[in-house]
Nanobody, 114 residues
Framework: QVQLVESGGGLVQAGASLRLSCAAS????????MGWYRQAPGKQRELVAL???????NYADSVKGRFTISRDNAKSTVYLQMNSLKAEDTAVYYC????????WGQGTQVTVSS
């Protein structure tokens, strides 16, 4: 059974940092590309960052230089370090394993006050 459990969200002021975690189970984590998505109220879910099975990374233009995605294959966990947070980063953040496109976790709320 595929499970993705996100954690680490919260309410912070603009300029602060947060580190999100996503623990995966039921999948061969090391061979999966993993992505972080976010969905703000009234907006479509968007891809924020991804990391390939080899550790390569890619970012949405809106978060480049501020967010860093990383993975720990031994722990089947993917992280998103978010620095210099802005009000427009406010959203529910989800992770996804690319080999399991229909599986989503419950998400973790990030709220940035300006």
């Amino acid at each position: 059974q595929v499970q993705l459990v996100e954690s680490g969200g919260g309410l912070v002021q603009a300029g602060a940092s947060l580190r999100l975690s996503c623990a995966a189970s039921g999948i061969r984590f090391s061979i999966n590309s993993m992505g972080w998505y976010r969905q703000a109220p009234g907006k479509q879910r968007e891809l924020v960052a991804l990391t390939g099975s080899g550790g390569n990374t890619n970012y949405a233009d809106s978060v480049k230089g501020r967010f860093t995605i990383s993975r720990d294959n031994a722990k089947s966990t993917v992280y998103l370090q978010m620095n210099s947070l802005k009000a427009e980063d406010t959203a529910v953040y989800y992770c996804k394993a690319f080999n399991y496109p229909t599986h989503w976790g419950q998400g973790t709320q990030v709220t940035v006050s300006s």
